[in-house]
């Protein structure tokens, strides 16, 4: 269940940022997996960026760097390292000339997936790291739950909510399903699916900014338990709009017909 203030603060985000989608990317990147009993941070093995104002997308991937250095797609496996540390490079480059821009997230926030994560990779590879301030950081993933409640949509619901919309994403694979065509060698997979993601965090965002996302989400769960949840509750259901234009209609009736009996 939401509190109304949270979810009037995510309200007012989601409008702040569409109203200035020019200065909003959206982010998203695929790793190996976190399971991997070796004792090392997973590898970076692509990055997308995509604009919010207009599509455009930028990805940052190891078989983009094997290309440009002559290396063979059947031996990016055995070059992963040097890869990685290309990209990342890249990565950084693209930060620093956009240190102006904001960065629409799903659930970058900690050591193990996020932007410390990309930070930390970097430094193992003896890369300075562009950080990107807090402040210019906005998962979208939380603001939602701000918005939806928490059981918008079934666990996964960055899966779950194209079932819910009808959304049709070929190219989307699961964190557990891109680690494992990582495992398999299969890394275009990796770039057409974080780019796809990328795309449909976007398509969410217009949905949530028009108020036309369908989630699981009950009433009580968006507006709270409170006495002003419950009154609008009332007030965006369709009885309650019923009521509404009943009341509003027999008010003015009552107002036409005081003025025709004071004035005429």
């Known amino acids: 269940m939401t509190l109304y203030s949270d ?3 995510a309200l007012k985000k989601l409008k702040e940022i569409d109203l200035a989608k020019k200065d909003y990317l959206v982010i998203h990147y695929a790793c190996e997996s976190f399971y991997e009993e070796n004792g090392k941070s997973p590898r970076i093995i692509c990055i997308s960026v995509r604009q919010l104002l207009d599509g455009q997308t930028k990805i940052f991937s190891i078989t983009q760097m094997a290309e440009l250095k002559n290396i063979a797609y059947k031996d990016i496996k055995s070059n992963l390292d040097t890869l990685e540390k290309e990209l990342l490079k890249r990565f950084f480059k693209f930060v620093k000339t956009n240190a102006h821009m904001n960065w629409i997230h799903w ?13 930390h990779r970097s430094e193992t590879l003896k890369i300075k790291p562009e950080s990107i301030d807090d402040s210019k950081k906005v998962d979208f993933a939380w603001l939602l739950v701000k918005i939806y409640g928490k059981n918008y949509a079934p666990k996964s619901k960055m899966k779950n909510l194209l079932d819910l919309n009808n959304i049709n994403q070929r190219d989307f694979l699961s964190g557990e399903d891109e680690a494992s065509a990582i495992k398999n060698g299969e890394y275009q997979k990796i770039n057409m699916s974080t780019a796809s993601k990328v795309e449909l965090f976007s398509h969410y965002f217009s949905l949530a900014a028009d108020n036309k996302l369908k989630t699981n989400s009950k009433k009580i769960e968006i507006y709270g338990d409170s006495l002003k949840g419950k009154f609008l509750i009332f007030k965006y259901s369709w009885y309650g ?24």
């Open 241 to 264: 709009k019923l009521t509404t234009t009943i009341f509003t209609s027999v008010f003015w009736i009552i107002i036409g017909i005081l003025i025709e009996k004071l004035f005429f």
């Open 107 to 119: 659930s970058m926030r900690d050591h193990n997936y996020g932007f410390n994560a990309i930070d």
């Open 7 to 9: 979810r009037q603060d």
